[in-house]
């Protein structure tokens, strides 16, 4: 568990490297609280002497965490905690996000209601099911960038001719996958959104039949959607940071996913199948990255470890990799550098985009394709771009 020595006393003890304090000092906000004393005991951590509070808040920014951790404080009672010239842009940030929040809550329905009027009920993927399924005093703690709705495979092109011809209109630029089509936006709309026929990269892992039978109906009025079971949420959201992502192969803690992930196992806990949910990753060769996620959640914000997956050495130690690569900002952006500059090449990716084998050789072969079509597509500006779709969300 994250230490309750006073933040202060740790930094003047050198047990705490300043930048991996800053990230503690987050998590510790964002945590949920687990008994009825520890907000009076982090109240006063928090206003220790030596909280380098810009740095926390710059943290919180990089990971697009700032609006959560207002929102923490704010119901943990915590703010008073925090200096004013921290907290009123952190007041400015979350408001902001909860007018953008609310409009894109209006297009997420918008577009709920036209896939409802062609007879599709969709399932809304990821971040969008915030909208839907938290309480109205937390629709701002969630910073959004784009929506993702799955719809049947059988209806997917006529989900694509509904949408568009509301307005909506594919990026030229973006990528169309195999199991979703190219971003697509409408003027006047704030977020893009992704069409999906199947769930995503893990179709093999969690298929998209299973999905559709499994789904649950959310309570949205008049509309009618559905979300992912909470068992294949776990799955979804861990393959998509650790595998997809490749939080597991690079040391990249990526704790939105990782709050997320959190928020998921403590409102759904009782009804996941645990059992379920470790075979199932074990059965594809991926039970270290599950047990080492878990132990990640257990450790930073308190998540029940369930007895099926007590952690185990390598997760301990893929742990202690991830909070040492956080200790040298240099070497974490060149984890980060690393992995935005690979992403696309990734064998994973290779295989479902050209439907190829994924014996080595033939995957590299189309490694060497896909770097020439970048090339092409982008004449010699791939960083730039990927600079600025990960600054998009501004």
């Known amino acids: ?25 987050l998590w510790r906000c964002l945590r949920p609280q687990s008994s009825p004393s520890e ?13 380098r509070w810009d740095q926390v808040v710059r943290i919180a920014e990089q990971e697009m965490l700032s609006a959560a951790l207002y929102g923490a404080l704010i119901a943990g009672g915590l703010i008073d905690a925090v200096p004013q010239p921290v907290r009123d842009p952190l007041k400015r940030r979350f408001t902001i996000n909860l007018i953008r929040n609310e409009k894109i809550k209006q297009q997420a329905a918008d ?5 409802n009027q062609c007879g599709i009920e969709p399932i809304i993927l990821k971040g969008g099911l915030h909208f839907f399924e938290a309480p109205p005093a937390e629709i701002g703690n969630r910073m959004m960038w784009d929506l993702d709705f799955l719809v049947p495979e059988e209806a997917f092109e006529q989900a694509i001719t509904a949408l568009r011809a509301t307005g909506y209109a ?46 649950v109906p959310v309570a949205a ?18 393959f998509h940071s650790q595998v997809q992502d490749r939080g597991h192969e690079l040391g990249i803690i990526y704790p939105r996913q990782l709050h997320a992930l959190a928020e998921i196992c403590l409102r759904h806990g009782p009804v996941i199948d645990w059992e379920a949910v470790r075979e199932r990753m074990e059965r594809h060769g991926l039970g270290p990255v599950l047990r ?16 099926q997956l007590a952690p185990t050495l390598g997760a ?39 439907a190829c084998s994924d014996d080595p050789l033939t995957v590299n072969a189309y490694r060497a394709r896909h770097a020439w079509h970048l090339l092409r597509k982008h004449r010699g500006q791939i960083r730039r771009k990927m600079i600025q779709k990960r600054a998009s969300y501004e």
């Open 1 to 25: 568990m994250l230490s309750c020595r006073p933040y202060a006393e740790r930094i003047q003890g050198r047990l705490l490297n300043p930048i991996l304090a800053s990230h503690r000092i």
């Open 39 to 51: 907000p009076a005991a982090l109240k006063r951590e928090l206003a220790a002497d030596g909280i």
């Open 111 to 115: 577009i709920v209601a036209t896939l």
């Open 170 to 215: 594919p990026d030229d630029e973006g990528e169309s996958w195999i199991y979703h089509y190219r971003p697509m936006s409408q003027p006047g709309s704030i977020a893009p959104i992704d069409v999906h026929k199947y769930v995503g990269e893990q179709k093999d892992i969690l298929p998209t039949a299973e999905a559709w039978r499994l789904a």
């Open 221 to 238: 009025g008049e509309l009618r959607l559905r979300a992912l079971c909470p068992s294949h949420r776990v799955i979804h959201n861990v």
């Open 292 to 307: 080492a996620r878990m132990y990640q959640a257990h450790r930073i914000f308190g998540v029940p470890l369930p007895r």
């Open 316 to 354: 301990r130690v893929h742990h202690r990799r991830c909070l040492g690569q956080l200790r040298w900002g240099w070497l974490m952006r060149l984890m980060q550098e690393w992995a935005g500059a690979t992403q696309p090449f990734k064998r994973r990716a290779i295989v479902l985009m050209y």
